[in-house]
């Protein structure tokens, strides 16, 4: 599975160029795709109307995964990894790599940041 981060999905609800090639990989790819909550969260909370109607659209075709017990675990577990190195995420990007990490899932992303969680699988838009 490969989870979706917040960054593409912004990418992919803009329609924009990088939008357009993360979605033709979605479409030519046997892998499952999901997004979490909090990149729910994340896209809906500054919209109305219907553009909001339209998001929910869009994010209705992926699973979306919940933070639960496993990924709550994990994420201690991160936390306590990455402040150690001195290199915290945002509380958001931590629980999204929880759950990549409780789901044994991958991220595809356009964050950099995420390349400092210890063992999570990063996509970036260098390696489509």
Same mark, same amino acid.
């Given at each position: ?8 999905? +912004? ?12 979605? @033709? ?14 990149? +729910? ?18 994010? @209705?075709?992926?699973?979306? =995964? ?8 994990? @994420? +201690? ?30 991220? =595809? ?18 390696? =489509?």
């Amino acid at each position: 599975m490969i989870i979706l981060d917040t960054s593409v999905m +912004v990418e992919i609800a803009d329609e924009s160029e990088k939008g357009i090639k993360l979605e @033709s990989y979605i479409s030519k790819t046997e892998e499952s795709f999901a997004i979490t909550v909090f990149t +729910v969260h994340e896209l809906l909370l500054p919209t109305t109307g219907q553009e909001k109607a339209k998001l929910e659209e869009k994010l @209705s075709e992926y699973k979306i =995964l919940a933070f639960d017990y496993e990924s709550s675990l994990e @994420s +201690v577990s991160l936390n306590n990894q990455l402040k150690n190195k001195g290199a915290m995420l945002s509380k958001i990007d931590l629980f999204i790599s929880s759950i990549c990490k409780a789901e044994g899932a991958s991220l =595809l992303t356009l964050d950099s940041d995420f390349k400092r969680v210890p063992g999570l699988k990063v996509i970036t838009m260098q390696d =489509l």
